[in-house]
């Protein structure tokens, strides 16, 4: 090697040395003492260093725990699906039926509410579905239903108030895919006397998978991750997985166990990269 | 074909702003319950939430850690980028692996994380381990959109300046950092409304000293009320007001 | 199959921009066509037109005697090969060729069986299982040929299909797709802007310059005897003749190929100083200037041997001057 590559490599790693201490102090070596207290126990007040997985036999053998996971991930692969099917039509409809010149109008106003403060958007959500809300008068009033059915406090509200953060998000996932396609595909498809319908599902459809893998993963991951929403919108009936975190935190003073749920939290979003890892590297010409 | 897309697209932008409009709507409320029936409109509170200390309180530091936090992701994640796309390091892969990691993990999972550390060390909850936390966030986000907007034309230009005499740091002053205004732009902003909104890592990490979700979310504890709608409304308001000064003067000039 | 192509007063506006104006041009079946010219002239707008993505804002257009108005892409005989290609990517070069075949509604094997063909036809056939991002550019150039044909259309639209490849292997290309064309017999109509390529491949050359046909006819009319001004400089360089030294007309001045002034000729052009040569294998490349007061300046290959001194002072000829009109 020679001494200016010496050199420029030298000033190259001084560059990149802040970022990556920051990223070490900060984010590995706490993560790492997350997994060390996962290991320990709370003997009376006192946390007890044993070096065991009792935490996690414990996660996987108490009901209320282990149904925690299970409310979680019915919650977030839910949500994925629904948004998936809402906005992939918004984006495609945005990206193809829209006028040009309106698109960035168009998807500027699809995620507004992303402007509003995410726990406000929750609270607002809890405004619309409360038994006085808007909606429940609205339906009684246009003669749908005779008294308010109960959404608030169940899953359907979580379900609800997720849907609406995540449409946003695949949206713009999903339009930044479709608007980078040639749309020569579309016209070759059709050239090649593909009908519509043929164009969109053996085509179109299929060239977006990257944009949708992509989107799907992220509400995955922060879907799975939400404490907010579930807490404001479906309330203690069921507790998912950060529910239960803030719960051994909280009331418990339990921080092993949160610690050792995190964990676990953080597993599921591994498997969830491995299983869309494969579709996110999907060939692209 | 086409009507049928646009009556998707009205039903959809309708489930999208409901909640925007039911909240900013019943901001304006004068009884006591943000619920039908409307009966503003009325003012009053936002009189009281301008004239509630804790708020104005809670904005302040919201804003000082925003601003802080932002100011150093921005700063390391463009040092770092400028590392990384110069040239070739061993294992740069890996270096790149790490600054993007804390991207796909739940900000529960690191707010835990430096709360465990902070506890050993007996480093009590404040504004700063909050804002420490913030960077963790935002740094790869900085890192990533600049890393991306680095390209080859970027570095043969910084070679031009070095070869026409321009010290290390003339060349980022005057070269790099012009060139990549926008992305600079766009991190910094970006890690601003990130950090001006997270919640969880603020929740965990402050204590006497709050932001403002965490200060809004006290505020829910205590039941319904208009004066959150009012304060919600007025924190939209204020994001659509910089979206909209950005969207006219940044990214306008950049895309042409 | 094939067909013959008739375009009939084809006009077409995009706002206050008439991107064609009053087009009338036909070609026979099986022929070769190349529509050339600089971007924007038109030449892809009107191939988009014949291929139905576009419909004229007036005129006319038949193919193989049938007027082609309100007829969608897919039911047209005409197929195109578009510029970036717009091969499938997630399909296999043989589902990708027999993609027509199945909007056809032909079974799977029979389909098979007629998409090796194709790429055999392309010198392909033992990559039929790859995916396009596995292949290089000519490569994909070959599939969206052997695509667009698969379907046995009468006429084979191309949109700069060469634009992408690099110099050495656009030449190659060039010979290979008219051999392809010559083996099916489909109508070509292909869209350049390379006049080298135009020579090199066309049966026939449409020349176009803002939205108007400049020129239509065989690659030596359109180099040696050119109708316009334009045509004349865009086939290659063209020296202006004063208008005393020839009897001239009004709108129409004449000029003369650089290979065609020399020493010796039919018209003489006076004495002209040379300025600078340049050597270019088979010829030298000299700029002159006319030593009157006019100081015209010319542009003459002369032959290996016949070059003067520079600065040297000697009579200059053309032959083979053409008249051109200065406008369409």
Not at chain 2, 70 to 81: E, H, K, R, V, Y
Not at chain 3, 31 to 47: A, D, N
Request: charged residues 15%.
């Amino acid at each position: 090697m020679s001494s200016i590559e010496r050199s420029e490599r030298r000033t190259a790693f001084a560059f990149v040395a802040p970022a990556l201490l920051w990223t070490l102090a900060f984010f590995l070596v706490p993560f790492g003492a997350m997994v060390l207290l996962s290991l320990a126990h709370l003997e009376g007040r006192e946390i007890v260093q044993a070096y065991d997985l009792g935490n996690y036999i414990k996660i996987f053998t108490d009901p209320s725990l282990l149904k925690g996971i299970f409310v979680s991930l019915e919650i977030t692969m839910t949500v994925t699906v629904i948004s998936v099917l809402l906005a992939w039509p918004l984006a495609w409809i945005i990206a193809t039926q829209v006028p040009a010149r309106y698109q960035r109008l168009a998807i500027m106003l699809a995620v507004l509410p992303f402007w509003t403060s995410y726990v406000v958007r929750s609270y607002a959500w809890a405004l619309v579905l409360g038994q006085n809300g808007v909606l429940m008068q609205w339906l009684i009033g246009i003669g749908l239903l005779d008294a308010p059915i109960q959404i608030m406090a169940t899953r359907a509200a979580t379900i609800i108030g997720f849907v609406h953060f995540f449409v946003m998000l695949l949206t713009l996932t999903i339009y930044a895919n479709l608007i980078q396609l040639s749309p020569n595909y579309a016209r070759a498809a059709a050239d090649l006397g593909a009908s519509g319908w043929q164009t969109l599902r053996l085509v179109i459809l299929p060239l977006t998978l990257p944009g949708i893998m992509t989107g799907a993963f992220l509400t995955f991951v922060l879907c799975i991750g939400d404490y907010i929403t579930p807490q404001i919108l479906g309330g203690n009936n069921e507790l998912s997985m950060p529910q239960l975190i803030m719960l051994q935190l909280g009331r418990r003073g339990d921080f092993p166990m949160a610690s050792a749920l995190s964990v676990v939290l953080m597993a599921l979003v591994t498997l969830a990269y491995a299983a869309t890892a494969r579709w996110l590297k999907m060939d692209r010409v | 074909m086409r009507a049928l897309g646009y009556i998707y697209l009205v039903a959809i932008f309708a489930f999208i702003f409901l909640p925007v409009i039911v909240l900013v709507l019943f901001s304006f409320q004068a009884g006591r319950l943000p619920v039908p029936p409307f009966d503003g409109p009325s003012l009053k509170w936002y009189a009281e939430v301008l004239n509630d200390r804790g708020l104005m309180e809670a904005l302040r530091n919201s804003l000082f850690v925003a601003l802080v936090s932002s100011s150093i992701a921005l700063m390391l994640g463009f040092l770092a980028a400028q590392g990384l796309a110069r040239v070739r390091l061993p294992g740069s892969v890996v270096m790149r692996g790490l600054l993007i990691a804390p991207m796909t993990v739940s900000y529960l999972i690191i707010a835990l994380g430096l709360l465990s550390l902070f506890n050993g060390l007996g480093f009590r909850p404040s504004l700063w381990a909050t804002g420490i936390g913030h960077v963790v966030i935002n740094l790869p986000l900085c890192f990533a959109i600049l890393f991306a907007a680095m390209g080859d034309h970027q570095k043969n230009a910084e070679r031009a300046a070095r070869d026409l005499g321009a010290s290390e740091l003339q060349v980022v002053a005057l070269v790099t950092a012009p060139m990549l205004k926008p992305a600079l732009l766009a991190a910094f902003f970006l890690s601003i409304t990130f950090s001006w909104d997270e919640f969880i890592i603020a929740f965990l990490l402050t204590r006497f000293d709050v932001t403002l979700p965490v200060e809004i979310w006290s505020m829910l504890r205590s039941g319904l009320s208009p004066a959150t709608n009012a304060i919600g409304s007025l924190v939209f308001l204020v994001s659509i007001v910089i979206l909209i000064i950005l969207e006219l003067t940044v990214f306008r000039k950049s895309k042409s | 199959m094939t067909a013959d192509v008739a375009l009939q007063s084809i006009s077409q506006s995009f706002g206050t921009f008439r991107a064609l104006d009053n087009i009338d041009l036909s070609f026979g079946a099986g022929e070769f066509v190349v529509l050339l010219g600089p971007s924007g002239c038109g030449k892809s707008t009107l191939l988009f037109i014949l291929g139905g993505f576009l419909s004229p804002s007036r005129g006319t257009v038949k193919i193989g005697g049938r007027d082609m108005d309100g007829v969608a892409p897919r039911n047209r005989p005409t197929t195109t090969m578009f510029q970036d290609y717009a091969l499938f990517p997630h399909m296999t070069l043989r589902d990708n060729v027999g993609f027509g075949l199945r909007m056809k509604g032909m079974g799977r094997a029979a389909r098979n069986a007629k998409a090796d063909d194709m790429l055999d036809l392309v010198g392909l056939c033992d990559k039929a299982g790859r995916k396009p991002h596995e292949l290089s550019g000519g490569q994909r150039q070959r599939v969206a040929l052997a695509r667009a044909l698969a379907v046995d259309p009468d006429v084979l639209l191309l949109d700069e299909p060469l634009g992408a490849l690099d110099l050495k292997l656009r030449r190659q290309m060039q010979d290979e797709l008219k051999t392809i064309q010559r083996k099916v017999g489909t109508t070509f109509v292909h869209v350049t802007h390379d006049q080298e390529e135009a020579m090199a491949i066309a049966d026939r050359i449409v020349v176009m310059n803002h939205g108007k046909v400049e020129d239509f006819g065989v690659p030596e009319d359109i180099y040696l005897r050119p109708k316009t001004l334009f045509t004349a400089n865009f086939m290659g360089d063209i020296n202006r003749i004063p208008a005393e030294l020839v009897s001239a007309q009004a709108r129409v001045v004449h000029g003369v190929r650089p290979e065609n002034v020399g020493l010796k000729g039919d018209i003489a052009l006076g004495p002209a100083r040379l300025e600078s040569a340049a050597f270019f294998g088979t010829y030298h490349r000299c700029h002159f200037r006319s030593a009157d007061d006019r100081s015209t300046p010319y542009v003459a290959h002369l032959a290996l041997g016949d070059l003067p001194a520079v600065d040297a002072i000697v009579p200059l000829f053309a032959s083979h001057v053409v008249a051109l009109r200065e406008t369409a």
